[in-house]
């Protein structure tokens, strides 16, 4: 069983402010992850797959990179509707970094 | 518009059964692997099952094992969840979605199962 470990547990910054989340793999994934963004009252929604691949419609802002157990999110220039709750997922979710203003 | 409703959900007791429905518009069910999420009140979600395209194929978290049971129907567009035994464990919001690279790039909006007495 794979197990994904999120951190941060909360991020604080500004809008403008670059986020970096992290999230780490029990075993090697190979490139098989993906962050989703969910707000309160919402549904996941999925942000990057395979690691460093952008879902439809989603801004270039949102980045991913990594492979194997370590890979990261980044927020570039964080935008008011950024603050969220961010999940890693390879079968399992991880258990979420809060991004906070 | 590429969209997933469920429905079914509700209060139940312990030890009861519910069947969660999956509708699925603006697009066809069948090419694709379809997935249950469930997330429990303030916490984060968790894969519950998912489905291979000709139903011939389904898996499940260990947690559910023997008491739900995932299927599908695709003249119908349909994807569903048959939950026995259940436990107040199991209550939370249970989302449908569609996989895409084994991510789920389309949920529908949950529907709420409370399992209580």
């Known amino acids: 069983e794979i197990v994904l470990t999120q951190s941060p547990a909360t991020l604080s910054l500004s809008p403008g402010g670059r986020a970096t989340l992290s999230c780490r793999a029990s075993?090697?994934?190979?490139?098989?992850l993906g962050w989703y963004q969910q707000k309160p009252g919402q549904a996941p929604r999925l942000l990057i797959y395979?690691?460093?691949n952008r879902a439809t419609g989603i801004p270039a802002r949102f980045s991913g990179s990594g492979s194997g157990t370590d890979f990261t999110l980044t927020i570039s220039s964080l935008e008011p509707e950024d603050f969220a709750v961010y999940y890693c997922?390879?079968?399992?979710f991880g258990q979420g970094t809060r991004l906070e203003i | 518009e590429v969209q997933l409703v469920e429905s079914g959900g509700g209060l139940v007791q312990p030890g009861g059964s519910l069947r969660l429905s999956c509708a699925a518009s603006?697009?066809?069910?069948?090419?694709?692997?379809m997935s249950w999420v469930r997330q429990a009140p303030g916490k984060g979600p968790e894969w519950v099952a998912n489905?291979?395209?000709?139903?011939?194929?389904?898996s499940s978290v260990d947690s559910v094992k023997g008491r739900f049971t995932i299927s599908r129907d695709n003249a119908k567009n349909s994807l569903y969840l048959q939950m026995n035994s259940l436990r107040a464990e199991d209550t939370g919001v249970y989302y449908c979605?569609?996989?895409?690279?084994?991510?789920?790039?389309?949920w529908g909006q949950g529907t709420l199962v409370t399992v209580s007495s």
């Open positions: 979605g569609r996989e895409y690279w084994s991510q789920l790039d389309c």
């Open positions: 603006g697009f066809t069910l069948s090419p694709y692997w």
């Open positions: 489905i291979n395209p000709d139903g011939s194929w389904t």
């Open positions: 075993r090697d994934i190979n490139k098989y």
């Open positions: 395979n690691a460093s």
């Open positions: 997922h390879h079968q399992a």
